[in-house]
C-alpha cells in the first residue's frame, strides 16, 4: 500500500490573539494538518490535541520521511479515528515550535526571536488558538475531540468553555489538574534549562542552546514516561561498560538509554518552548478556569445554559495501569467530575507495563475503546 | 539539660588503603565521631553508617552550633541507641566532603585537589576504610551495624564481608541493589552536575562550583525523598505568587521548597563527591560482591566459615509503606537472602506518610523497634 502523505499547513490568523494573561500576539501563526480530506463530501470533525512535545503531524507521512506522524498507529483507514469516516485535524500548540507561533518565532515588532518577550501562555490559550483557527477554516461543529497528556487536558478545557460545538470528547493518561509532585517533576526540568549558562536568559537564538539542561529535563521526563517495572525489564542492571572509572559517562544500558532521549529531543525542541509549555500545564486547573473563579480574567462566556446542554454530551476517560506520572486516581476524578456535569462519561482502565507512554504505544486496546465509542455516538443520534 | 557536646576527630590512616578498583590512597583521613565514651568502662560498640549526603555528625551538638547531628532523635542517652548502654561511632564516608578524604582534598602529590584524578570508590571501600580506622582505634568487635538508605547498604556490606566481627545488622530503607529506575534517578543528577559547565570536567575548586547543576540533581533526590501523598499535603497547588509571568521563578510552593532545598545543599556538599558516590550506590551490587563473583578484584577473604558463623547472628530490616524510592519490596528481598543465610532476621514495615525520610524523621517507631531488637540481643546470650 501506498504511504498517504500529508502537509503540515500554516494558517495566519486574520485578528489580533488576545491571550488569558491580557497581552495579544499579532499576528499568530497556527501549524495545522488534516488526513481525510476528501472534497464534496460532509464528514464530521475529529481534533487531535497533542501532548508536552508533540507536533500538528500526527498521522501520515510528511514527503520523503520513514517515520509517520506521533499517532499514526491511531489515525488512518480503519484505524480508531477512522479518516475514511472523519476529518481528521490536529493541530501544533502555541507557545511550541512546530510551526505555531512560539517563544522561537521572529517577533515582527522587533525583527529578532520573542524569546522571553513572547507572552506567558495557558491550555485555554492553546484551544482558542484551535477555536480560532476552526473558525477561519469554517469549522463550528466536531464530532469529537481527544488528548492524552497534556492533550487531554486540552480536550477537556475546550471541551468545557464550548459544550456546544463538541458531541464528546476524549481524555487519555491525563488530569485536570497537576498534583505537588507532578509540578516538581516539571519545575526540576525548568530549572535545569535555566541552570544552563547557555539559556542566557532565554536568547541562545542564532548560538548554541541550552542543550545540557533541555537533555536533563527531557531524562526526568523520560524516567516518569516508563513504569519501574518496563524499566527493569528492559535494561535491569545491565551494562556496557565494566569500568569503574565510568562514573562520568553512561555505563548502565538504561544510562544510555536515557542519553539517547536527551540528546534526541535537543535536535528537535526549543529549550524556551519546553519552558512555557510546561507552565502552562502546571497552571492548568480545569475546574478553577471553567467556574469562572480563575486567577485570569478571561472573557466572560455564557455559561448559564451549561447544564442542560452537557446531558446530550458523551466523553471517554482512558488510563493505564502503570501510569505513575498521571495515575489512574487522577482519571477517575475527571469521570466523577463530568459525570456530576450530567455528561455521559465512559471509563477504562488498561492493563499494561508500558506506563504513561502507554497512549502512543498501546494502541490495540484503545482502538477497541475508541471505536466502540465513537459508534456508540451514531446510535444516540 | 545540657547539651551534650561532641567533636569531629580525624584519623589518618597509618598505612596506605588499597581500593577496589587497584588503585590506593595514602594518606586517607577518617573523619570520626564517638558518642557516649566512658574511659574506664567496657562499653559495646554500635557503628553507625550515613546516607548520601550524611557526615560523622550524627549526635549531639558541635561547640556553639545550635542543632545537633543529622541522627540525634535516635542517638543519646535514653534513646533507640542509648549512649549510657553503648559506645556509638560513626564515620564519614571516603569520597565525601565532610572530613573524610575524597575529591575535593588535596593531592599531596600534587599539591592540588584530586579532583577527578580521585579514584573511584564502592560501598565496600567504605566500609574497608572505616574498619581500617576500627582497627587504629582498637576495637574488633561490634554489637550492632546499623544504617538507613545508603548507610544501610554499608551495614548489609560490611556486615556480610566480616560476619565473625558483628553481633547483628539493622537496615533501613534500603536495598541490595539499585533498579535500573533508582540508577536512572541518580544518573539524571550526575548529568545534570556534569552539564553546568562551572563543573569543569570537576576542576572548580577554589572558583565557583556547579551549584546550578548540583542544585538541580539534589532537587531531583528530594522529589523521590518524601511521599507523593506527603508533598500534596503539605504543598498541594499553594502558590506564593500568583503572576502568570512566574514561569522563569518559583511560584508554586512546592517550587520554593524544592529551590530551598537545592540552594542549602550546595552550600554545604561537594558536587565530585555527589559524582563519586552515587556511582558507588548504582554499582553497589551485594550478592555479586560477596559471592565473589563480583567485577571488581577484590582482596580474597575467607568465606569457607561463613555459613555456620551467620546462625549466631542477628538482623533487622525496617522499611516505611510510602518510601517509592527505596520501596518494602527490596527490604522484603534484603530479608529473604539473609534468612537464606541462616541469618535471625527481623522485618518491620512502618506506616508512615513521610516516604524515604522517615528514616531520619520517623524516630519514635523506629526506637521501638530498634530497642527491642537490641534488648533481644542481650536475652540470646
Redesign the interface.
Known sequence: MQKPLVETRSLLLDRPFHL??GDSISPLTIAYEIYGEDPGTEKQVILIEHALSGSAHAAFYHEGETKPGWWDDMIGPGKAFDTEHYRVICTNVIGGCNGSTGPSSINPVTGKPFA?SFP?I?IRDMTEAQRALLAQLGIDRIRCIVGGSMGGMQALQFFSDYPDQFDSFICIASTM?????Q???N??G???I?????WNG?NYYGDIPPE??L??AR??GH?TYIS?HM??E????IRKD?D??A??R?S????HY??YQ?VSFVRRFDANSY??IT?AI??F?LVTSISGMG??RGESRARGTRLTTLETKKGLVISFTSDWLYPSEQSRAIVRFFSGLNVGVSYAEITTEHGHDAFLTDHEQQTHLIRSFLESLEHAQ
Open positions: 488569558e494573561s522571553l506567558p495557558t489538574r497537576h498534583s505537588a509532585q509540578i516538581a517533576f519545575e526540576v525548568r530549572r535545569a535555566m541552570a544552563d549558562p547557555r532565554g545540557g539542561g537533555s536533563v531524562m526526568i524516567i519501574e524499566m527493569q528492559k535494561f535491569g542492571r565494566k569503574l572509572r562514573i562520568f553512561p548502565f544500558e538504561v544510562e536515557l542519553d536527551g519552558l512555557y507552565s502546571d497552571n486547573d486567577r485570569f
